[in-house]
Protein backbone atom coordinates (compact mmCIF):
# COMPACT_ATOMS: atom_id res chain seq x y z
CA UNK A 1 0.00 0.00 0.00
CA UNK A 2 1.08 3.43 -0.86
CA UNK A 3 1.91 5.93 2.05
CA UNK A 4 -1.27 7.95 0.99
CA UNK A 5 -3.46 5.17 1.26
CA UNK A 6 -2.13 3.84 4.38
CA UNK A 7 -2.82 7.30 5.93
CA UNK A 8 -5.77 6.90 4.49
CA UNK A 9 -7.07 4.20 6.50
CA UNK A 10 -5.58 5.59 9.74
CA UNK A 11 -7.85 8.92 8.90
CA UNK A 12 -10.57 6.64 8.33
CA UNK A 13 -10.34 4.88 11.65
CA UNK A 14 -9.73 8.61 13.46
CA UNK A 15 -12.92 9.52 11.55
CA UNK A 16 -14.89 6.90 13.17
CA UNK A 17 -13.55 7.21 16.58
CA UNK A 18 -14.29 11.19 16.41
CA UNK A 19 -17.95 10.14 15.34
CA UNK A 20 -17.94 7.58 18.40
CA UNK A 21 -17.25 10.48 20.72
CA UNK A 22 -19.17 13.13 19.67
CA UNK A 23 -21.75 11.24 20.86
CA UNK A 24 -20.39 11.61 23.88
CA UNK A 25 -19.21 15.25 23.65
CA UNK A 26 -22.38 16.30 23.57
CA UNK A 27 -24.09 14.52 26.58
CA UNK A 28 -20.70 15.70 28.12
CA UNK A 29 -21.35 18.99 27.25
CA UNK A 30 -24.63 18.67 27.91
CA UNK A 31 -23.71 17.73 31.86
CA UNK A 32 -21.27 20.32 32.38
CA UNK A 33 -24.07 23.11 31.37
CA UNK A 34 -26.41 21.95 34.20
CA UNK A 35 -23.80 21.64 36.82
CA UNK A 36 -22.59 25.71 35.77
CA UNK A 37 -26.51 26.38 35.90
CA UNK A 38 -26.26 24.14 39.29
CA UNK A 39 -23.38 25.78 40.73
CA UNK A 40 -25.09 29.37 39.49
CA UNK A 41 -28.30 28.72 41.46
CA UNK A 42 -26.48 27.32 44.48
CA UNK A 43 -24.29 30.51 44.53
CA UNK A 44 -26.98 33.00 44.70
CA UNK A 45 -28.59 30.53 46.91
CA UNK A 46 -25.77 31.45 49.92
CA UNK A 47 -25.90 34.80 48.71
CA UNK A 48 -29.35 35.25 49.51
CA UNK A 49 -29.49 32.91 52.67
CA UNK A 50 -26.36 35.10 53.93
CA UNK A 51 -28.74 38.08 53.15
CA UNK A 52 -31.43 36.92 55.12
CA UNK A 53 -29.57 36.23 58.03
CA UNK A 54 -28.34 39.60 57.94
CA UNK A 55 -31.59 41.24 57.82
CA UNK A 56 -33.16 39.00 60.37
CA UNK A 57 -30.61 40.09 62.88
CA UNK A 58 -30.73 43.84 61.93
CA UNK A 59 -34.85 43.72 62.60
CA UNK A 60 -33.76 42.20 65.56
CA UNK A 61 -31.34 44.40 66.34
CA UNK A 62 -33.80 47.21 65.20
CA UNK A 63 -36.49 45.76 67.60
CA UNK A 64 -33.96 45.58 70.94
CA UNK A 65 -32.89 49.01 70.67
CA UNK A 66 -36.77 50.33 69.94
CA UNK A 67 -37.68 48.67 73.18
CA UNK A 68 -34.59 49.86 75.23
CA UNK A 69 -35.78 53.35 74.32
CA UNK A 70 -39.41 52.49 75.09
CA UNK A 71 -38.11 51.78 78.46
CA UNK A 72 -36.41 54.44 79.13
CA UNK A 73 -39.15 57.08 77.67
CA UNK A 74 -41.54 55.24 80.15
CA UNK A 75 -39.04 55.99 82.95
CA UNK A 76 -39.11 59.77 81.80
CA UNK A 77 -42.88 59.79 81.68
CA UNK A 78 -42.86 58.49 85.38
CA UNK A 79 -39.83 61.20 86.45
CA UNK A 80 -42.37 63.56 84.57
CA UNK A 81 -45.54 62.79 86.53
CA UNK A 82 -43.10 63.74 89.79
CA UNK A 83 -41.57 66.75 88.57
CA UNK A 84 -41.59 69.77 91.06
CA UNK A 85 -41.51 72.63 88.61
CA UNK A 86 -41.81 73.10 85.23
CA UNK A 87 -38.90 73.54 84.03
CA UNK A 88 -37.98 70.54 85.36
CA UNK A 89 -41.24 68.96 83.45
CA UNK A 90 -39.98 70.42 80.08
CA UNK A 91 -36.47 69.39 80.65
CA UNK A 92 -38.34 65.50 80.39
CA UNK A 93 -40.78 66.41 77.71
CA UNK A 94 -37.72 67.64 75.26
CA UNK A 95 -35.73 64.46 76.35
CA UNK A 96 -38.91 62.25 75.53
CA UNK A 97 -39.92 64.17 72.38
CA UNK A 98 -36.23 63.64 71.18
CA UNK A 99 -36.35 59.88 72.09
CA UNK A 100 -39.38 59.27 70.38
CA UNK A 101 -38.17 60.24 66.98
CA UNK A 102 -35.02 58.05 67.78
CA UNK A 103 -37.78 55.20 68.49
CA UNK A 104 -39.46 55.88 65.45
CA UNK A 105 -36.47 55.40 63.36
CA UNK A 106 -35.63 52.26 65.15
CA UNK A 107 -39.17 50.94 64.35
CA UNK A 108 -39.06 51.96 60.64
CA UNK A 109 -35.71 50.08 60.12
CA UNK A 110 -37.13 47.52 61.85
CA UNK A 111 -40.33 47.13 59.45
CA UNK A 112 -37.40 47.87 56.59
CA UNK A 113 -35.57 44.61 57.56
CA UNK A 114 -38.75 42.63 58.30
CA UNK A 115 -40.36 43.45 54.76
CA UNK A 116 -36.10 42.25 53.43
CA UNK A 117 -36.58 39.11 55.37
CA UNK A 118 -40.05 38.39 53.74
CA UNK A 119 -38.60 38.70 50.46
CA UNK A 120 -35.16 36.80 50.64
CA UNK A 121 -37.60 33.96 52.30
CA UNK A 122 -39.71 33.90 49.44
CA UNK A 123 -36.91 33.92 47.44
CA UNK A 124 -34.73 31.30 48.94
CA UNK A 125 -37.75 29.37 49.04
CA UNK A 126 -38.19 29.63 44.81
CA UNK A 127 -34.35 29.24 44.88
CA UNK A 128 -35.14 25.50 46.57
CA UNK A 129 -37.25 24.65 43.97
CA UNK A 130 -34.86 25.97 41.16
CA UNK A 131 -31.90 23.70 42.68
CA UNK A 132 -34.06 20.77 43.11
CA UNK A 133 -35.54 21.02 39.81
CA UNK A 134 -31.77 21.44 38.23
CA UNK A 135 -30.46 18.68 40.59
CA UNK A 136 -32.84 16.46 39.02
CA UNK A 137 -31.77 17.76 35.09
CA UNK A 138 -28.39 17.14 35.91
CA UNK A 139 -28.75 13.53 37.52
CA UNK A 140 -30.52 12.60 33.88
CA UNK A 141 -27.58 14.13 32.40
CA UNK A 142 -25.09 12.33 34.23
CA UNK A 143 -27.05 9.16 33.50
CA UNK A 144 -27.02 9.90 30.29
CA UNK A 145 -23.39 10.71 29.68
CA UNK A 146 -22.59 7.53 31.63
CA UNK A 147 -24.89 5.36 28.85
CA UNK A 148 -23.42 7.13 26.18
CA UNK A 149 -20.07 6.02 27.81
CA UNK A 150 -21.01 2.17 28.10
CA UNK A 151 -22.31 2.74 24.77
CA UNK A 152 -19.30 3.57 22.54
CA UNK A 153 -16.70 1.59 25.34
CA UNK A 154 -16.71 -1.73 23.07
CA UNK A 155 -16.39 -0.14 20.09
CA UNK A 156 -14.02 2.53 20.76
CA UNK A 157 -11.58 -0.23 22.29
CA UNK A 158 -11.34 -1.65 19.36
CA UNK A 159 -11.18 0.91 16.78
CA UNK A 160 -8.36 2.36 19.66
CA UNK A 161 -6.28 -1.11 19.13
CA UNK A 162 -6.86 -1.48 15.41
CA UNK A 163 -5.58 2.71 15.19
CA UNK A 164 -2.76 1.39 16.90
CA UNK A 165 -1.88 -1.16 14.53
CA UNK A 166 -2.43 1.05 11.25
CA UNK A 167 -0.79 4.18 12.64
CA UNK A 168 2.38 1.23 12.91
CA UNK A 169 2.26 1.38 9.22
CA UNK A 170 2.19 4.67 8.47
CA UNK A 171 5.25 7.24 8.71
CA UNK A 172 5.41 8.84 12.48
CA UNK A 173 6.08 12.36 11.04
CA UNK A 174 3.20 11.70 8.49
CA UNK A 175 0.82 10.71 11.23
CA UNK A 176 2.02 13.17 13.48
CA UNK A 177 0.86 15.86 10.90
CA UNK A 178 -2.42 14.05 9.94
CA UNK A 179 -3.03 14.46 13.90
CA UNK A 180 -2.49 18.43 13.85
CA UNK A 181 -4.36 18.75 10.98
CA UNK A 182 -7.64 16.56 12.53
CA UNK A 183 -7.29 19.24 15.38
CA UNK A 184 -7.31 21.42 13.14
CA UNK A 185 -9.52 21.00 10.23
CA UNK A 186 -11.17 17.96 11.74
CA UNK A 187 -13.15 15.78 8.81
CA UNK A 188 -11.32 18.16 5.99
CA UNK A 189 -8.02 16.93 6.84
CA UNK A 190 -7.54 14.87 4.10
CA UNK A 191 -9.30 15.63 1.42
CA UNK A 192 -10.73 13.88 -1.90
CA UNK A 193 -9.81 15.13 -4.97
CA UNK A 194 -13.04 15.85 -6.79
CA UNK A 195 -13.49 15.53 -10.33
CA UNK A 196 -14.70 19.35 -11.92
CA UNK A 197 -14.15 18.63 -15.49
CA UNK A 198 -12.19 15.85 -17.44
CA UNK A 199 -11.97 17.04 -20.53
CA UNK A 200 -9.98 20.02 -19.38
CA UNK A 201 -8.05 18.38 -16.59
CA UNK A 202 -9.28 20.43 -13.63
CA UNK A 203 -10.01 18.38 -10.67
CA UNK A 204 -10.33 20.46 -6.81
CA UNK A 205 -9.97 19.55 -3.52
CA UNK A 206 -12.95 18.26 -2.19
CA UNK A 207 -12.20 20.30 1.25
CA UNK A 208 -11.61 24.02 0.11
CA UNK A 209 -12.74 23.45 -3.87
CA UNK A 210 -9.74 25.45 -4.86
CA UNK A 211 -7.97 23.84 -8.31
CA UNK A 212 -5.25 20.89 -8.09
CA UNK A 213 -3.72 20.97 -11.35
CA UNK A 214 -2.92 18.05 -13.06
CA UNK A 215 1.01 17.88 -12.62
CA UNK A 216 -0.31 17.70 -8.41
CA UNK A 217 -2.78 15.00 -9.13
CA UNK A 218 -0.37 13.06 -11.26
CA UNK A 219 1.81 12.89 -8.13
CA UNK A 220 -1.36 11.73 -5.57
CA UNK A 221 -2.20 8.93 -8.02
CA UNK A 222 1.52 7.62 -7.75
CA UNK A 223 0.21 7.15 -3.67
CA UNK A 224 2.85 10.03 -2.76
CA UNK A 225 1.31 12.21 -0.26
CA UNK A 226 0.72 16.06 -0.98
CA UNK A 227 -1.22 18.52 1.06
CA UNK A 228 -3.49 21.59 -0.82
CA UNK A 229 -1.88 24.60 -1.55
CA UNK A 230 -4.85 25.87 -0.14
CA UNK A 231 -6.32 24.46 3.07
CA UNK A 232 -3.44 22.41 3.69
CA UNK A 233 -5.87 18.86 3.98
CA UNK A 234 -3.83 15.99 2.40
CA UNK A 235 -5.30 15.22 -0.85
CA UNK A 236 -6.02 11.79 -1.73
CA UNK A 237 -8.38 10.43 -4.94
CA UNK A 238 -11.06 7.93 -3.82
CA UNK A 239 -10.67 5.97 -7.27
CA UNK A 240 -8.11 5.64 -9.58
CA UNK A 241 -7.86 8.46 -11.64
CA UNK A 242 -4.77 8.00 -12.81
CA UNK A 243 -5.30 4.79 -14.55
CA UNK A 244 -8.63 5.89 -15.83
CA UNK A 245 -9.20 9.71 -16.03
CA UNK A 246 -5.88 11.30 -16.48
CA UNK A 247 -4.52 8.97 -19.47
CA UNK A 248 -8.10 9.39 -21.32
CA UNK A 249 -8.10 13.19 -20.96
CA UNK A 250 -4.64 12.97 -22.00
CA UNK A 251 -5.22 11.09 -25.17
CA UNK A 252 -7.38 14.27 -27.15
CA UNK A 253 -10.01 16.03 -25.69
CA UNK A 254 -12.30 14.42 -28.67
CA UNK A 255 -12.68 11.05 -26.65
CA UNK A 256 -14.76 12.98 -24.01
CA UNK A 257 -16.82 15.09 -26.14
ZN1 LIG B 1 -7.99 22.43 -0.01
Redesign the pocket.
Given at each position: MSESANLLKLFRVDQQIRGLRSRLTSAERFLAEQKRLMDELNAKLTIATNQFKIAKSAAAGAEGEAARIEARMNHLREQMNLAKTNKEYSAFLTEVNSLKALKDEQDKLQLEQLDRVDQLSKQIAELDVQVKDRKGVATKAQTERDGKEAEIKDRLGELTKERVAVRGGVDASHAKRLEDLMERLGE?AM?NVEEIDRRNHEW???????A?PAQVLSIITRGSLV???????F?FTETDVASKKLPKAKKGETLEA
Amino acid sequence: MSESANLLKLFRVDQQIRGLRSRLTSAERFLAEQKRLMDELNAKLTIATNQFKIAKSAAAGAEGEAARIEARMNHLREQMNLAKTNKEYSAFLTEVNSLKALKDEQDKLQLEQLDRVDQLSKQIAELDVQVKDRKGVATKAQTERDGKEAEIKDRLGELTKERVAVRGGVDASHAKRLEDLMERLGEDAMANVEEIDRRNHEWSCGACRMAVPAQVLSIITRGSLVNCPSCGAFLFTETDVASKKLPKAKKGETLEA
